[in-house]
């Protein structure tokens, strides 16, 4: 016979991968500050991903990032940039955008690397834009991220989309104690040369040039740094590798 009112058996719960809520929680922060949402193509074409981004064929900028080429000559995307000119082409200015995505780099994987990662990317265009509104954005998305009292700093670095260019890190501290600069991203002003490519594809689609003498901030980030140290996770391998022990431990809670 058929009890219907015997309890159902419960079965187990999902739950967001830790790197679904480390982005939940970044573009939260982004969003109370205004900025669009958007996703982009990882397979990409050499243009966007390099050239427009001032990163000429002869650049050595280009070993820096290793490249998974497709057989037809296009290339999984090695950053989330290539997204600023697909938006500044569609779009003109004033702009705020942050881009979520997955990476690729051809690279030998250890604890702290993957062939696949992934990067949330900022742009803000507009006129006037400077270092200082740059540095107020990282300073926000760092007390967002860790408390009122978080602390950021910046150092001179070379990205060739970028004039000046400089790396971010964002003190980091646990109830435990613990605490480190935490490394997080890269980040400038947009290269004038970045804004020249994006008028010459808008002139090719028979759009107008609006980008020149505009100013904007650009900054590139890995949600997986931030997962590692929030979560406790030692290697960065453990986030794709579907092993029930270690993603078993993120059921349930959203
Ligand atoms: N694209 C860079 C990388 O993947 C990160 C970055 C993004 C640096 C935007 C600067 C910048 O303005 O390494």
């Not at 490394?183 to 970045?194: A, D, K, S």
Request: proline residues 7%; charged residues 25%.
């Amino acid at each position: 016979a058929l009890d219907v009112t015997l309890p159902g058996l419960g079965l187990p719960a999902g739950g967001l991968h830790p790197i679904s809520r480390v982005y939940d929680d970044l573009i939260h922060i982004y969003e109370r500050m205004g900025y669009a949402v958007v996703e982009g193509p990882e397979v990409e074409d050499e243009h966007h991903n390099f050239e427009a981004l001032n990163v000429p064929w002869y650049h050595p900028a280009r070993d820096l990032q290793d490249t998974f080429w497709l057989e037809d000559g296009r290339l999984l995307r090695t950053h989330t940039s290539p997204m600023q000119i697909r938006y500044m082409v569609d779009h003109e200015p004033p702009l705020k955008i942050v881009v979520r995505g997955k990476v690729y780099r051809y690279e030998a994987t250890d604890a702290t690397h993957e062939a696949m990662f992934h990067q949330l990317e900022g742009l803000v265009v507009g006129d006037g834009i400077s270092m200082a509104d740059l540095k107020g954005t990282i300073a926000e998305m760092a007390r967002g991220l860790y408390g009122p009292s978080a602390k950021v700093r910046f150092q001179p670095s070379y990205y060739p989309f970028v004039e000046p260019g400089a790396d971010f890190a964002v003190w980091w501290e646990n109830p435990r104690g613990e605490s480190k600069w935490l490394e997080l991203g890269g980040c400038g002003m947009v290269h004038p040369n970045v804004f020249r490519a994006v008028d010459d594809l808008r002139e090719a689609a028979g759009k107008e040039r609006v980008y020149e003498g505009k100013t904007g901030f650009a900054f590139g980030l890995g949600p997986e740094r931030i997962a590692m140290l929030k979560y406790g996770i030692p290697d960065i391998r453990y986030f794709y590798a579907n092993d029930p022990r270690v993603m078993g431990q993120f059921r349930g809670e959203l």
